[in-house]
């Protein structure tokens, strides 16, 4: 495609050929940006992957190990801290939250980043840029309250616990998930 006169790639292909210059933490960070920009879908990136898959092509190891991750119905995450903490998650073997799960709560639409629905366990992870004015502060506290007047157990995770502690991180869904007495 031609971009201001430009040859460029469209973001599946993008996708693709960044597995050679990015390490794969970094790559999933893009897909998942891509996805969720609707840059690309789950089913058009492997199907474009397995068209160029081959051996010797640089990076194809990265990006199949990142593809075999995705899991289709799953929502792409709506920041790199959110694909962070699903991948801290799946890591550490906790059984698959929804992602962007809606809850009609207090007259109110609220999306969870993910959340065990059964369970009622909502995760979010915070991060400062987009949780440090005055007025997320106040809306953060509101659906916060709600949710756990309906019932819910939330678990808030920032970024410094989630990069530098992921271990801590897991085992506090783990205890969320024992104590509502379903096996992780």
């Known amino acids: 495609m031609l971009i201001d006169g430009i040859r460029c790639t469209n973001g599946t292909r993008t996708c693709i050929d960044m597995g050679a210059r990015l390490k794969e933490r970094d790559l999933e960070r893009l897909i998942d940006s891509a996805l969720h920009r609707g840059l690309t879908t789950p089913e058009v990136l492997i199907r474009r992957f397995l068209q160029l898959a081959k051996r010797g092509r640089d ?21 790199d801290l959110e694909t962070l903490l699903a991948r801290v998650i799946r890591d550490s073997g906790l059984p698959p939250p929804v992602r962007q799960f809606l809850i009609a709560v207090g007259g109110r639409q609220i999306r969870i980043d993910f959340a065990y629905p059964e369970q009622r366990i909502a995760i979010e992870s915070d991060g400062f840029s987009v949780h440090g004015s005055r007025s997320s502060f106040e809306s953060d506290r509101e659906r916060q309250n709600l949710l756990a007047l309906d019932g819910w157990t939330i678990l808030r995770f920032t970024w410094r616990q989630i990069c530098e502690n992921p271990r801590a991180v897991a085992e506090q869904i783990r205890q969320a998930l024992l104590n509502s007495r379903i096996e992780p």
């Open 59 to 79: 990076g194809i190891a990265t990006v199949r190990s990142v593809l075999l991750a995705i899991d289709p119905a799953l929502a792409p995450a709506e920041s």
